[in-house]
């Protein structure tokens, strides 16, 4: 089983709709993070928790919500969002917050298309 | 300035040859250094860590980091078709909880 799932692999949505996407990780870790990745440009951070405590909020719209109910769960909440949001969402997890040392280890993400 | 710099490419080496990918960053009390490969439509897969200056070989890749440059580079000897993807370099900037990304560089290694 790999070490973080992200279901769904892909979702199109139309503006007015809601959403969830959904990462587990099987590792153990403490920290989980969400990262957009959009053509030709680097990820970008959105969201960090550590122990289930959001940690960091990279000024994303109010139209994503992160959940996170456990340390082995996080969840993306999507609401009215733009064509501009369109992109690969990215779900990582690293053992400890702090990243010295502590690699991320990612999903496969979820390719969210916007009508 | 980016946080974090990488040519996009793409870069196109052929079979065997060594493929060098740079990057450049912009903060000099960056602790850690992390190159991630990424195939078309799969997560990044973390190759290789550097933490001190030098070098440090692990198989075919060797990863280089020059600190007073803020330069770190990641070597492929013997590419191979493979070895075909997008790298990404990440750095971890001093006293902060996330890792920088640069943008990839596409490598195409031909047979």
């Known amino acids: 089983e790999t070490g973080v799932t992200q279901t769904p692999r892909h979702l199109v949505m139309g503006m007015t709709n809601k959403k969830s996407l959904k990462c587990e990780q099987h590792l153990g870790h403490n920290a989980m993070y969400w990262y957009k990745q959009s053509a030709k440009k680097p990820l970008e951070l959105m969201f960090v928790y550590s122990l289930e405590e959001r940690v960091e909020n990279n000024s994303v719209p109010s139209r994503f919500s992160p959940e996170c109910p456990n340390s082995s769960h996080l969840f993306l909440h999507l609401h009215t969002l733009q064509p501009e949001d369109s992109a690969l969402y990215l779900c990582?997890?690293?053992?400890?917050?702090?990243?010295?040392?502590?690699?991320?280890?990612f999903g496969d993400g979820t390719r969210l298309s916007i009508l | 300035q980016k946080e974090v710099e990488q040519n996009s490419g793409p870069l196109s080496v052929p079979e065997g040859a060594i493929a060098s990918l740079n990057c450049t960053y912009s903060d000099r009390g960056s602790q850690s250094f992390f190159w991630y490969r990424q195939y078309s439509g799969k997560s990044p897969e973390l190759i290789m860590s550097?933490?001190?200056?030098g070098d440090k070989e692990d198989g075919r890749f060797t990863a280089q980091l020059n600190k007073a440059s803020q330069y770190v580079s990641l070597l492929i000897r013997d590419s191979q078709p493979s070895d075909s993807a997008t790298y990404l370099c990440?750095?971890?900037?001093?006293?902060?909880?996330?890792?920088?990304f640069g943008a990839g560089t596409r490598l195409t290694v031909k047979p």
């Open positions: 990582a997890s690293s053992q400890v917050l702090r990243t010295d040392n502590q690699p991320q280890h």
């Open positions: 550097i933490y001190s200056n």
């Open positions: 990440a750095v971890t900037p001093y006293n902060n909880n996330d890792m920088r």
